[in-house]
């Protein structure tokens, strides 16, 4: 299963059999207090330099997602994307919880985006979808519906099923849909991880598609948070996640660890090329 | 001896804590008194988790064995005396919302600090602060939210706690990660927390507790 996705110059193709694609999740307001000003201020200054930072880290595509209170997203989305795209040439994630904004920021992208996100909610399904396969972008689907966020395997998986079918209802072929089993932090609930690492190898099995994962969440609320990221980073690599929603250079090291590791790295190419990269800046 | 419950609750020994907590029964003594010490056992991991001693992990553990402690002490308490609390404070993460690690950190310090719980769990529509808050007479209300839609929940339920001719009865207090100032006014909250402690000061200082 191959899921394409562009700038208007370059394709990045998700898939088994290639390297793990890294997607870029700095361009996010929460939690980030320059950023979060800057944008608020109409300043999309920050989010370039972000989005030409993780660049650099070696991202693949770029989430930029602007959702935060006192700031418009419907005016503040596409203006973000349409900046990142004249900063970097690699494809963009369109991130919002907002129908209406991921309108207007579709409208102004060149190439084949990612939208993140569609879920399994009645609302989100009826509206996201459509939009989607009139602009002929890929999507992430989040295993949660109208009773929220499912805390085990099953119900995950039965999520899943239901965002594909309607997917495919809607005409949007089973490449283009990516999903997202959603990690809890392990420190509130014990059973998380694993919830999740069996969710991700069942989905891939039953239905084949590509998966996804935010990686930092698993850690929320425990000391050393790297070290936990990047360990279940790793593990969701091995068991079937073919791209990653995560802080780039804090990760990128581990995933190509384990890229190598997992026999898709040939030659070791991109491991020893991300090695002669520190050594040179030390 | 009754120091060391208090310091092996407060250092996650569940193992001597609860033998201590048997001993202390056999040997027939108050319980209440028993309950205090180990109340004020969790106040200590409360402070070593506001300090980063103490991690998310080690607050669920400590809630663990206090329910351990509570259902060897609990045959010996009247009904009476179970309830002798505080304060009454209706909690829950607002509408639309599914966050509840904040939340549950937050009511477990209020509880360790004498107050009375009644958390209605996440993505509890206004109408169930309400009816809580008439059921229960409690005279503070706890939301909570992480998302950004749940600011708009926030204000949808004080208004809806002001319709019900409720809002001169309760102070509503606010958390959640990007809760501010200016989020506090949008909802017409009374105060807004950055973090559990402080909402145990909150609490305290409206129901004259120091």
Aim: proline residues 3%.
């Amino acid at each position: 299963m191959e899921t394409r996705v562009s700038s208007s110059s370059k394709e990045v193709i998700i898939s088994d059999n290639q390297h793990t694609v890294l997607i870029g999740e700095r361009i996010n307001p929460t939690g980030k207090k320059k950023l979060a000003e800057a944008l608020k201020d109409g300043n999309i200054d920050v989010a370039r330099e972000e989005a030409l930072a993780q660049t650099q880290a070696g991202a693949d595509i770029i989430d930029v997602n602007v959702g935060m209170f006192g700031i418009d997203e419907v005016t503040m989305l596409p203006k973000v994307v349409q900046a990142v795209m004249e900063t970097v040439d690699i494809p963009l994630c369109i991130d919002s919880s907002n129908p209406d904004a991921l309108e207007v920021a579709l409208k102004v992208y060149r190439g084949k985006p990612l939208v993140n996100s569609v879920t399994g909610e009645e609302h989100s399904l009826r509206r996201v979808l459509p939009l989607v396969k009139s602009y002929g972008a890929a999507v992430i689907g989040l295993v949660q519906d109208d009773d929220g966020i499912p805390k085990d395997t099953a119900k995950r998986v039965r999520i899943a099923h239901k965002i594909v079918e309607r997917a495919e209802m809607e005409g949007i072929p089973r490449e283009d849909l990516i999903i997202d089993c959603l990690a809890f932090s392990v420190g509130a609930e014990p059973d998380s991880g694993t919830a999740v690492i069996e969710a991700i190898r069942t989905i891939k099995a039953e239905l084949g598609v590509n998966i996804t994962l935010g990686a930092s969440n698993i850690s929320f609320g425990l000391p050393d948070r790297e070290l936990l990221n990047n360990a279940f980073a790793a593990i969701a690599v091995s068991v079937g996640a073919t791209c990653l929603i995560v802080d780039v250079a804090k990760i990128r090291p581990t995933i190509l660890a384990a890229d190598l590791v997992l026999g898709r790295d040939k030659y070791a190419r991109r491991y020893i090329e991300a090695y002669r990269q520190r050594i040179k800046q030390e | 001896m009754n120091k060391d419950l208090v310091s092996m609750i407060a250092d996650l020994n569940e193992q001597e804590a609860l033998k201590i907590v048997k001993d202390r029964l056999n040997a027939g003594e108050d319980p209440l008194r028993i309950m205090e010490d180990a109340r004020k056992g969790l106040e200590i991991v409360g402070e070593r988790f506001a300090s980063n001693e103490y991690f998310i992990p080690d607050l669920v553990y400590s809630g663990e064995i206090m329910k351990l402690i509570t259902e060897l002490v609990k045959p010996k308490l009247t009904r009476e005396e179970e309830t002798r609390k505080s304060g009454k404070i209706v909690f829950g993460t607002v509408k639309g919302d599914i966050h509840d690690i904040g939340k549950n950190i937050v009511a477990f310090m209020l509880d360790v600090n004498g107050f009375e719980v009644i958390d209605l769990g996440v993505d509890v529509p206004e109408q169930k602060f309400v009816e809580k808050i008439k059921e229960s007479g409690a005279s503070i209300v706890g939301l909570s939210g992480f998302l950004t839609l749940a600011f708009d929940s926030m204000k949808q339920t004080i208004k809806a706690i002001e319709d019900a001719g409720l809002r001169d009865r309760v102070k509503v207090m606010i958390g959640g990660g990007q809760i501010s100032e200016e989020i506090r006014k949008y909802t017409g909250a009374d105060a807004y927390g950055r973090d559990a402690m402080a909402g145990v000061t909150l609490a305290k200082k409206w129901t004259g507790i120091n």
